[in-house]
């Protein structure tokens, strides 16, 4: 347990022995909620920012810096939550970065950001970290508008490389000649598309850049393919790093000989690399000076290759071998995707808390798909299943264990998995491909260019459709209705609840069915008794769950089960609300709709996505094509990025939880009650 702070028990003294109003209290509770409860070492109570780490730490003092950071990550997540594993692993690389390089002049982009933990303690962030992925807190993500030190606003991965190429060239636009630019990505991060894109380009762009390549062989599950194994094979090449420290020690040097000593020098580093390995090293093939192995664990060895790394010009590759978890037993001992985000834990024990509920809980949706492609996999043998680098996330891990023939992890590659997916589909296979809304953003033209357009039976299951919580903007799904509802031939659609999930995935493996998507959201399900029998539904067809009089609510999705609760609360309130679950925002059930706008005059359309585009958008172009003429208000994902809390919240704050659409309903009945007194 924690302690609290001597001035955090003064204010709650002084809080509390004082009459304030509601708004007062409201920003002093507000105020107490930043305080933090947690101690950090005497070390690193002393450094708030990087500056006063480089002026005032001896290198000495590193190690024992470390072990205080470390140690304060482990105290705050094992009781505030977030991720974990990653962040103990490149402790030591975080400290190296700022004590070498003159950060934030010199510009450091994390990768992902799993790992940013230790930088954004060492970064001002150390007495509010306990805030972090806490509505209204920090964002557990490295994000431009927290802080200076935050280069570069990331979340999904790879994009660390081509964004430390932009800011070089920039650099070098306004000769800022002595401007370094790092970029920190791991080796599961280096298999996407995007990062040999950056590799490429920045060996022609003729910048300053260091990539430092975060080797831990995972990324939130294990990495996969050859890049895996050429990383491993460098890694473990006995006789290659026999040498390498030599082969070092000239590299570092040998400007002090002048340019034709450096060319001979890169010739004998290239073929010490190439024979030794038995290959031609990737990196140095596209140009980029590669260096390592190193023990991303050794500090003091870190700072020494960083600080020669400054005096080297151009496009270069420091190759770290780390552990996720390091420094904490049972994560190291443990499974790195469980320690990758493990919840609350007890330090000392490294016992996960886990709740165990008095009766039965659904399950999740994850889940409910992970078990149910099993189900439909072995009646139809044409299914295969795809996932870019998420099968413990979506649950695919299910299939790839009991089908292992038929489940493929492509490694972090939404493009290709889209496309690996057409070219399945167009032999006659039937993929589900599961992407998480916000990553499938990163193949849209795969999804019209190579599988709507011809019109190939891909099945898109959208994992953490919607606000997904306590990740934020970056990896809400907050579009995918929108995006999908505008591509021909596609069929867009969400489960209400699980049962209905188990039927939409059997709808879309059956013959002819074309592109179609199904979308539903991160956490829990409704229902006890999910494993239903499947059965066909009729695409494009909604069905009413309730009749009513006064107010027509149209949801598509999980979060038709708020509006099951608001009716019964408008009911109290003397409204007799309808509420319809839409299924599909494309095609829509027009009969459906003929029959609402026959009817409604006042008509709430509700989605956990985005506003404009989405379901609500449908419905209105919908009234507006056929002459009708009822008040409509959409509710939804407003037009603008949502920050990261609960689910529960974010609804709240973006008006669509059961007390705002009460509200609305109460707001578009009331007005016509007021103007029919009034007539």
């Not at 947690?38 to 003092?61: C, H, S, V, W, Y």
């Not at 496009?315 to 320690?339: D, F, M, N, R």
């Not at 949502?642 to 669509?656: F, K, N, R, V």
């Amino acid at each position: 347990m924690f302690k609290f702070k001597a001035e955090t028990l003064s204010y709650i003294e002084n809080l509390f022995s004082n009459k304030l109003s509601l708004n007062k209290l409201g920003s002093c509770l507000l105020t107490l909620f930043n305080m933090s409860t947690f101690t950090p070492g005497p070390l690193l109570a002393q450094f708030d920012n990087p500056i006063a780490l480089r002026n005032g730490l001896k290198d000495e003092q590193l190690k024992d810096l470390c072990t205080e950071l470390r140690q304060y990550i482990v105290d705050i997540v094992s009781e505030k939550g977030g991720h974990f594993g990653a962040s103990l692993g490149v402790v030591e690389m975080t400290v190296a970065l700022h004590y070498v390089f003159e950060t934030p002049y010199d510009q450091l982009i994390w990768d992902v950001g799993h790992q940013a933990y230790g930088h954004k303690i060492l970064t001002g962030r150390r007495d509010v970290f306990h805030t972090n992925r806490i509505y209204k807190g920090i964002s557990g993500f490295p994000k431009r508008s927290e802080s200076e030190y935050d280069t570069f606003g990331v979340g999904h991965s790879s994009t660390s490389i081509s964004a430390a190429i932009g800011m070089a060239v920039a650099s070098k636009v306004k000769e800022e000649k002595d401007r370094q630019v790092i970029a920190v990505i791991g080796d599961g991060a280096m298999t996407a598309g995007l990062a040999f894109e950056g590799l490429n380009h920045g060996s022609t762009a003729d910048c300053n850049v260091l990539v430092v390549l975060n080797d831990n062989c995972m990324s939130i599950d294990p990495n996969v393919g050859a890049l895996k194994e050429y990383l491993t094979d460098i890694t473990t090449s006995h006789t290659y790093n026999k040498v390498k420290d030599d082969v070092w020690q000239l590299l570092g040097k040998v400007s002090k000989f002048g340019p034709n000593a450096q060319h001979i020098a890169h010739k004998i580093s290239e073929a010490l690399k190439g024979t030794l390995i038995k290959e031609s090293n990737y990196f140095e093939s596209l140009k980029w000076r590669y260096f390592g192995p190193i023990d991303g664990h050794d500090v003091d060895y870190m700072v020494k290759v960083m600080r020669d790394l400054k005096d080297i010009p151009g496009p270069k590759i420091l190759h770290c071998v780390t552990k996720k978890g390091k420094g904490y037993a049972p994560a190291e001992a443990g499974s790195p995707t469980k320690w990758h985000a493990p919840g609350l834990f007890n330090k000392e024990t490294g016992e996960i808390v886990k709740v165990v509920p008095k009766n039965p809980q659904p399950p999740l949706y994850q889940d409910v798909f992970g078990h149910t492609i099993i189900e439909l996999a072995e009646k139809n043998e044409k299914i295969v299943g795809v996932t870019p680098a998420m099968p413990s996330g979506c649950s695919l891990k299910l299939m790839m264990e009991a089908m292992p023939k038929r489940a493929f992890d492509v490694g972090i590659a939404e493009q290709h998995a889209v496309t690996f997916s057409a070219g399945m589909a167009t032999q006659g296979l039937v993929p589900f491909c599961n992407i998480y809304s916000s990553f499938m953003q990163r193949a849209y033209d795969q999804v019209i260019h190579d599988v709507a357009i011809q019109k190939l039976n891909v099945v898109f299951c959208l994992d953490r459709g919607g606000l997904v919580g306590a990740d934020g903007p970056t990896h809400h799904g907050s579009y995918d209705l929108a995006y999908m509802r505008c591509i021909p031939h596609m069929v867009v659609s969400s489960p209400m609840n699980e049962s209905e999930l188990r039927d939409l995935m059997y709808t879309g493996q059956l013959p002819d069915q074309g592109p179609f998507s199904i979308r539903y959201p991160r956490g829990n399900g409704v229902m006890t008794d999910w494993k239903t029998p499947m059965k066909e539904i009729k695409v494009g067809t909604g069905r009413k769950i309730k009749s009513g009089e006064d107010v027509a609510i149209l949801t598509i999705g999980p979060i038709g089960n708020y509006a099951i609760k608001a009716c019964e609360n408008l009911a109290e309130q003397g409204i007799s609300a309808a509420h319809y679950d839409m299924r599909f925002a494309k095609p829509i059930d027009e009969l459906m709709l003929h029959e609402v706008f026959g009817k409604f005059k006042h008509v709430i359309t509700v989605e956990d996505g985005c506003v404009q585009g989405g379901m609500g958008s449908a419905v209105i172009e919908f009234m507006a094509d056929n002459g009708y003429t009822s008040q409509v208000k959409r509710l939804g994902i407003p037009d603008q990025y949502i920050e990261h809390g609960t689910q529960d919240q974010l609804y709240a704050e973006c008006g669509y939880d059961v007390a705002g659409m009460v509200r609305t309903a109460i707001e578009m009945v009331g007005k016509q009650a007021a103007q029919s007194l009034g007539a």
